[in-house]
T-cell receptor, first 113, second 112 residues
Framework: GEDVEQSLFLSVREGDSSVINCTYT??????LYWYKQEPGAGLQLLTY???NMDMKQDQRLTVLLNKKDKHLSLRIADTQTGDSAIYFC?????????????WGLGTSLAVNP | DAGVTQSPTHLIKTRGQQVTLRCSPK?????VSWYQQALGQGPQFIFQ???????QRGNFPDRFSGHQFPNYSSELNVNALLLGDSALYLC???????????FGSGTRLTVV
């Protein structure tokens, strides 16, 4: 079946690193995404990783993918108060010739000054 | 270059009524997907349109229908509204052959 799981809450101090974890079930997933959602706003794509990659770094963001364990993580270095938001993990799955995104419930990140 | 535009931003409807939500995709994108996000939940896939046809559908009843126009814009229609239809409705557009999804800011629907 299709399922994406995330821990619901994470609290860190400003300047520390944040690590948000995600597990997924569809081994045929091709791309895995991290989206950020601020209160009352839509979804902002932060980064994505192709399933044949182990790691991707983009400025303060590092994505690690363990395909064997179907585990994805997002590390935010030097976390700032502006990083407070809900972070969603999503996998891209195929149905016939079409693809869709399957989402986790989101991890609410609170950054304390 | 405008991203994905959704209208209206907020809407209040009464149970049993019908609603139409609109989405204009990002320039260069020809595929539109709709998602429902209830409070405190992740988005749930409703359906996807490409070449003016519904290409796949999530686990939503027939009360949810849609349309895509020749200019790639799309509408989501919900009939016989229920209280449980209250949610943020998100539209995402993407180019057909790549994996870049761009989301709009959503339409907040409240059914009373």
């Amino acid at each position: 079946g299709e399922d994406v799981e995330q821990s619901l809450f994470l609290s860190v101090r400003e300047g520390d690193s944040s690590v948000i974890n995600c597990t997924y079930t569809d081994s045929s997933s091709t791309y895995l995404y991290w989206y950020k959602q601020e209160p009352g706003a839509g979804l902002q794509l932060l980064t994505y990783i192709f399933s044949n990659m182990d790691m991707k770094q983009d400025q303060r963001l590092t994505v690690l993918l363990n395909k064997k364990d179907k585990h994805l993580s997002l590390r935010i270095a030097d976390t700032q108060t502006g990083d407070s938001a809900i972070y969603f993990c999503a996998e891209s799955t195929y149905a016939g010739n079409n693809r869709k995104l399957i989402w986790g419930l989101g991890t609410s990140l609170a950054v304390n000054p | 270059d405008a991203g994905v535009t959704q209208s209206p931003t907020h809407l209040i409807k009464t149970r049993g009524q019908q609603v139409t939500l609109r989405c204009s995709p990002k320039s260069g994108h020809d595929t539109v997907s709709w998602y429902q996000q209830a409070l405190g939940q992740g988005p749930q896939f409703i359906f996807q349109y490409y070449e003016e046809e519904e290409r796949q559908r999530g686990n939503f009843p027939d009360r949810f229908s849609g349309h895509q126009f020749p200019n790639y814009s799309s509408e989501l229609n919900v009939n016989a509204l229920l209280l449980g239809d209250s949610a943020l409705y998100l539209c995402a557009s993407s180019p057909r052959d790549t994996y870049g999804y761009t989301f709009g800011s959503g339409t907040r629907l409240t059914v009373v």
